[in-house]
């Protein structure tokens, strides 16, 4: 009886006694699994170890990759402890060797070929994107097929696509991209309106046949040394006003540091700069605006520390880029400009037909330091129109003055008048006084005016020599202001 009483007792105890050992086990699973949980880093690992390379994730999504596409997925790979320059597409890793010129694009084989759409994944694709190295992508010698449309696009890393041939037109419309660099590529045309970029570099032999057009742009630093800029009116894209034939569109630009536009730049069509912001300096020299017939420079209303329009590039001056002076064939249009030190025009050729108008333009300029007119060529009449302006120094070579007729001065006014010297631009001033011309020298230089009366540039070289302690000239200057008065309309009737 005390047995099978002893023997009901643990049977009526089963339950418990399974139930606590389920209890201890379930706890002991949860701390094993504690203990030997990876951590967030190691799981993060794991994932991309799960989803592969950069390489392998693309091959899923594109088929058939070409040689340069694989070049560069495994170039932008962060897991790339051995990357070199540039992701190599063609046969030479040199920038400067012949068959990395994308001139001959239509020779390269269709393993040199990138499309488009692969370079966009790579900058919209969140998996993707933490995959690539800071670097970011950085080509050389590749022919990117399709169009490569990066609208609204923040890219984290910058895009350097460096003698590559890219013919169909891109859209960088309201892109945020810290560098982006073409140089030395062939492209289409680019519509870039409203694209803030760190460091927007068309250089080295750029060339863009179409419009190329970053209206309302904002950049730290805009380059273009040695680019080519041609517009086309049968291209996709012709940006706005096509009549005045735009072949770089800067206007509304915003650059924190620098516009470069030079060392063998060329632009056949309009450059159009105006009311562009710039912080730094507006370079100019060994460039060709070539417009006929039309306006090759509209910088109207533009804003800058300081524009240099030449003088000429020595030979070896800018490295390997060409030499040579400033030339326009086209009216140049400063009309407005606002300048925080020195406008300095020396040794630039001003060319246009003969009736057309062409020449400098900068009336209503504001120029806080000197204005230097200098070893310029004024072909065919072109005319120097300052009217309404105001300069701190307005410095012309004798050798510089247009012709009779062609110079336009009413409502200029100056600190300082007299032959244009070589002076440095870095100067915060003219350093000690000009070298003075005789009076009969000043007076030609007001007589070079359009027929008629024109009594304010007399007052104000009347003020100039009163102000430097020259009474004796400022009354000869204003009788032979009455004398000219005579010349126009006789004795006045009282």
Same mark, same amino acid.
């Given at each position: ?138 080509? +050389? ?29 891109? !859209? ?52 273009? +040394? ?57 370079? +100019? ?68 037909? !003969? ?42 070579? !004798? ?96």
């Amino acid at each position: 009886m005390e047995r099978s009483g002893l023997r009901r007792d643990r049977t009526q105890n089963r339950p418990r006694l399974i139930g606590v050992r389920a209890i201890a086990l379930i706890v002991a699973l949860v701390a094993a699994t504690l203990i030997f949980a990876p951590s967030e880093g190691e799981a993060a690992s794991r994932g991309e170890a799960d989803r592969g390379s950069l390489l392998e994730m693309a091959s899923r999504l594109f088929p058939d990759l070409t040689r340069a596409e694989r070049a560069l997925l495994e170039y932008a790979d962060i897991r790339n402890v051995a990357r070199g320059e540039y992701a190599i597409c063609g046969p030479s890793a040199n920038p400067d060797d012949a068959s990395n010129d994308p001139q001959d694009a239509a020779k390269w084989d269709e393993q040199r070929s990138i499309r488009a759409s692969l370079i966009r994944w790579m900058c919209v694709y969140p998996d993707a994107i933490r995959q690539i190295d800071p670097q970011g992508i950085q080509v +050389l010698g590749a022919k990117v097929v399709e169009k490569l449309d990066l609208t609204g696009v923040s890219v984290p890393y910058g895009i350097t696509l460096r003698r590559c041939a890219i013919p169909t037109m891109m !859209k960088l419309e309201w892109t945020v991209i810290p560098l982006l660099d073409l140089g030395g590529s062939y492209t289409g045309p680019i519509d870039a309106f409203g694209i803030s970029v760190g460091i927007m570099s068309l250089n080295y032999g750029f060339h863009a046949n179409g419009t190329v057009d970053a209206d309302g742009s904002r950049v730290g630093d805009f380059d273009a +040394l040695n680019g080519h800029f041609k517009y086309l009116p049968d291209a996709e894209f012709t940006g706005q006003h096509p009549e005045k034939k735009p072949a770089l569109n800067i206007i509304n630009m915003q650059a924190k540091d620098g516009v470069w536009l030079m060392g063998g730049f060329e632009a056949n069509g309009q450059v159009w700069l105006g009311g562009a912001k710039i912080g730094g300096t507006l370079g +100019l020299r060994a460039g060709h605006f070539i417009n006929p017939g039309n306006v090759a420079i509209d910088a109207g209303g533009v804003e800058a520390t300081a524009i240099i329009i030449g003088p000429p590039e020595p030979p070896g001056g800018l490295g390997s880029l060409p030499a040579g002076p400033f030339e326009a064939d086209g009216l140049v249009d400063f009309s407005g400009a606002r300048v925080g030190g020195g406008l300095v025009v020396d040794g630039a050729k001003f060319n246009g037909r !003969k009736g057309d108008r062409h020449g400098f333009i900068a009336e209503g300029a504001n120029v806080k330091g000197p204005f230097t007119w200098r070893d310029v060529s004024l072909a065919e009449g072109g005319i120097l129109d300052l009217g309404g302006a105001a300069v701190g120094a307005f410095l012309i070579d !004798k050798g510089s003055w247009p012709a009779p007729g062609k110079l336009l001065i009413d409502g200029l006014t100056y600190s300082t008048i007299g032959p244009g010297l070589p002076i440095l631009l870095s100067d915060p001033a003219i350093r000690g006084a000009p070298t003075f011309w005789d009076l009969h020298t000043y007076l030609s230089l007001l007589r070079l005016q359009p027929p008629g009366y024109h009594p304010q540039p007399y007052r104000e070289l009347a003020r100039a020599f009163r102000e430097s302690g020259d009474e004796i000239g400022a009354m000869r200057i204003l009788i032979a202001s009455e004398d000219e008065r005579y010349r126009q309309y006789g004795w006045a009737d009282f």
